[in-house]
């Protein structure tokens, strides 16, 4: 059990995330993160998860889904559910933060990890860099 707050915490280029369960503590199956994204943040790039399934619910605020060509607005309460082969991502284009629990399947702490390490060097990482890492991690760019 975690109480508010507690977690593994990472910085993903500016946004916290907390890790409420990670591969060792799933034999690998998911991992899930509770996300604040502030408004106007840096955004993951567009991908596609070649072997997982990835859930995203919004706690509060507003984030904007892209997925494949379509866009939607995520408000409190919403869902959105990502399989394999859809290209996607999402932002905070709302004025305030926005909270996300944000679910993989099989777990991806693992890339969050090295991201995160990538993040925390003097300069961001060029996008060729980026792209790789999210390549050895079952993810393609979109």
């Not at 109480?3 to 034999?27: C, I, M, W, Y």
């Not at 993951?44 to 607005?73: K, M, N, Q, T």
């Not at 980026?130 to 979109?142: I, K, N, S, V, Y």
């Amino acid at each position: 059990m975690l109480q508010p707050g507690e977690g593994h915490n990472l910085d993903l280029r500016g946004n916290l995330a907390s890790f409420k369960a990670v591969a060792a503590t799933t034999s690998g199956r998911f991992s899930l993160m509770e996300r604040v994204v502030p408004a106007g943040g840096r955004t993951p790039p567009p991908h596609v998860h070649v072997d997982r399934v990835e859930a995203f619910y919004v706690l509060s605020g507003e984030l904007e889904f892209r997925l494949d060509e379509a866009i939607e607005l995520g408000v409190s309460g919403s869902f959105v559910l990502v399989p394999g082969g859809v290209a996607h991502t999402f932002a905070n284009v709302g004025t305030s933060e926005a909270r996300v629990l944000i679910l993989h399947a099989p777990a991806m702490d693992a890339y969050f990890e090295e991201l995160s390490s990538l993040w925390r060097g003097a300069e961001p990482p060029s996008a060729e860099v980026e792209r790789d890492l999210m390549r050895r991690h079952g993810m393609e760019p979109a």
